[in-house]
Every structure is written in C-alpha cells, then in structure tokens.
C-alpha cells in the first residue's frame, strides 16, 4: 500500500484516541475520540466523539457525538447526538439536541430543537442582547 493510499482512509477499532484525521474515508468501532476530521466519509459504530467534522457522509450507529458538522447526509440510529449541522438527517430510534438540516427524515426519534426553532431562538437572542447592550451603553 502506498503512503497516499494509507492517509486516504483509517480505521480506529477499541480504546481512546485524542484526535483523528483522515483526508478519505473513516471508520471508528468500539471507541472513542475528542475530536475526528474526515475529508470522506465517516462512520461510528458502538462509539463516540466529541467533536465530528465530515466532508462526505457520516453514519452513526449505537453510538454518539457532541457536535457534527457534516458536508454530506447523516444517518444516526440506536444513538445520540448533541448538535447537528448538515444537509439531509436520517434520525430512526435515536436522540439529537439540535438539528440544523435541509431536509430531515425521523423515526421513532426526539429532536429538542429543529431549523425553525434554532434560528427563532438566534433572532431572539439577537434582540434581547441589542437591547441590552443599548440599555447598558454608557
């Protein structure tokens, strides 16, 4: 295997890893990491991240993330995950905190804060800390 090939895909199975990095495709199993950057796609399964930043898809099963942000589509199933930046989720049996997507599909899912509520929670936020700041203003 040449040394292009060996950086275009990893794969991570059992233990901790601080942090992971592929310019391909990546697979972690049975682990988990602080942070993992994939320039591919990614998968987890029976694992976690805390940080999770994919340029293809990911896949998340029986497994979970604190915050995605996803090129591609997501799939998360028997899961859980924080926050959710992506084009189109696929979200069966699973739970996510907020969910930023073009388009989302769930099954026997809980999602505490979808688009619409996220961006009215950030216009709200907005007005209240202008008004504040011009309270304050001195």
Do not use: W
């Not at 990546?26 to 993992?36: D, F, K, N, Y």
């Not at 199933?77 to 930046?85: K, L, M, P």
């Amino acid at each position: 295997m040449d040394e292009q090939a060996e950086h275009a895909e990893k794969e991570y199975v059992g233990g901790f890893v601080p942090f992971m990095q592929a310019e391909g495709n990546m697979t972690l199993r049975e682990g988990g990491a602080i942070a993992m950057v994939a320039g591919g796609d990614a998968t987890i399964k029976e694992g976690g991240v805390g940080l999770c930043v994919v340029g293809g898809d990911l896949s998340i099963t029986e497994g979970g993330a604190g915050n995605m942000i996803v090129g591609g589509n997501v799939e998360v199933s028997n899961g859980a995950v924080g926050q959710i930046a992506t084009l189109e989720a696929t979200v069966t049996d699973a739970r996510v905190g907020v969910l930023l997507a073009g388009n989302a599909k769930l099954e026997r899912s809980e999602i505490l804060i979808s688009t619409e509520q996220a961006i009215g929670f950030g216009v709200a936020a907005g007005v209240v800390f202008f008004l504040l700041s011009k309270l304050f203003r001195r």
